[in-house]
Structures are given as structure tokens and as C-alpha cells.
């Protein structure tokens, strides 16, 4: 899945991701919503010196969003004849999310830092998920959450699938800045312990997607091996050829108006968008063929499929990146 950042999903990359196979989730809070033309605001920013981003960027983001776009995006990714998802944070849910229907989408994304089964608010009604979820006329998935407590609460509002990961994003400063965070190998196997519980309670199978900390083909495998259904990606997509970001990356709360939760970081162009998910890759740093590198992680392990995959072996093995690697190290090649 592709995440819902500025910086690596446009209607256009989405639909090139959607014809490679993947699901991309375009923000509807972002910059294709509060501009007819942002091109030239995601040029501005690939510009920006970096004492100067932040405070510019959420200058540029207080443009209000302009409910008209949020269909007008939609339908534009919907032409393409591909699954269409999108994200909403709780607090815009109810009224900014049937103009994306109207505009025919197929998932919706409900997406927060960290999102619990009913948001709670001081100044506006709150979001209920399971109600919210139940009426929904398409499939809900939601997130963030770090725990398998708060996973089986997610599991339990009837999405289809949760998001897990607080902070491991290349952008993110959620760690610093709120000192909240879980490591994502501890997060993904909680929150599919608590598949496991729910299945067992209900009958019905919710899908475990790793949100963010994926940077190599390795770091898809591991999330995969440690229980994840499937991965959801932002930084190696914003290094992408036709990324909107232009070599940047930014997450959904590096422009909060008040309390940023992230940084524009330098991603550079490491190759297409089809290099970098299925291939060929020309480098040997695991950043390219992302897809490839998984299907060969499963079968040199002797697995065949992801469902079996999830039943590999895990262990913490720090010395794993560097044991036997001085060389790779010295010359700052390879692993180095």
C-alpha cells in the first residue's frame, strides 16, 4: 500500500501503483484537495531551505480544503479503471467523506497518529468507528496503533484492516516530539496476537498492515515474517521518478499548525516507481525491487506463500547487518 503523504501519492502515482498491483491512499486532507494546481506548491517546497521548510509549509497548508476537489480526486484515480482508497483523519470523517464517495471510492482510510474506537473531542461531536464503520457503504480500515490491546479495539469497530506503527517513518518525529513510539517488529506481532484473539472470538479475519519503518526489501520481509498481512510505504515511493515530492519527504503532521510531527527529508530519484516495487533493481542496497526481495526472502526461508511466511522464525539478532561486513563497512558499499 502506498501511504497517504503529499510527497508520494498524487492521482497520477497512484493509479501507476494501482496498475503495479498495490493500493495507494491518497490524502484527502492534503495539497490535491486545497489547490486546483499544487504542482507548483510541491516545487516550492523541493526548494525550501531546510531552517525555513517548516514554517513555509504550513503556511502553504492553511489553504482550506476545498470539498469539491475530494471528488473531483477521487473520480480523476477512479477513470483509471483501479481500486480507489483514500484517508480521512476521525475529526473530518462525517463531512468530508461522502464527497469521496460521491466521486467513487472503494476503501477508505481513517487515519490518525494514534486512533482509538471513538475519538473524543471537547469542541465537535465525536467519531463512534463501530457505528460509524457499520453504516459505512464501503470498507473501513483504520489506524494508527502500536498495541495489541488497541489493535483488537480497532479489530472490533468492524474495519477490514488496522494500521500499525506510532514514529518508525523516515519523516516522523512522533518519538521525539510526544516521546510515544513502539518498535515495529514488537508492534506488528502484538497487533497479530490480537488477530488471533479476534478470529477466535468472531470468525472473521482482519488484515494487519505495517505502517511505515519499511525502507528495504528486508524490512518488507521481516514485517511480513513478524505477522503483517501486508506493508504500507511512504519514502521509498517519494523517491520515486514521478513522485509529486520532487526527491522530498514529508508525513501528514509535518505541516500541523501548531505542533509539527515531522520532517521534509531529502529522498532523492532512486529509480521509476516500477523499479523500485518489482524491478529491475540496478543497486545492491535493497532500496529497489522491494516485491522481488520478498519473494526471494520466502523462498530461500522455504516458504511459498505470505500466509506461511507469517509462520517463519524470528529472532533478535543485532549483529545480523554487520557480521562478516567490514569490508562493505570500510568502503561504505553494499550494507556499508
Known sequence: MGSAMDSAISPDTAIKIGQLGGL???NLEGLWTRYENPVPYFEEISELDNEKATLRMQEIYLEPVKPHLIGQRVAEIKSAGIVTAASLTPQRVASWAPFAFEGGLDVLVIQGTVVSAEHVSTREEPLNLKEYIANCEVPVIVGGCASY?????????GAVGVLVGVGPGAACTTRGVLGVGVPQATAIADAAGARIRYLDETGRYVHVIADGGMRTGGDV???????ADSVMIGSPLASATEAPGKGYHWGMATFHPTLPRGARVRTGDRGT???ILVGPAHENDGKLNLFGALQVSMATTGYSDVKEFQK???????SLQTEGKSLQRS??????
Open 24 to 26: 495507494a491512499v491518497l
Open 221 to 227: 520481509a521481516k514485517a511480513i515474517a513478524c505477522g
Open 273 to 275: 516507481l516500477e523499479e
Open 312 to 318: 517463519a522464525e524470528v529472532m533478535i539478532a543485532p
Open 149 to 157: 490491546s488497541t489493535a483488537l479495539h480497532l479489530m472490533r469497530t
Open 331 to 336: 568502503q561504505q558499499v553494499g550494507m556499508g
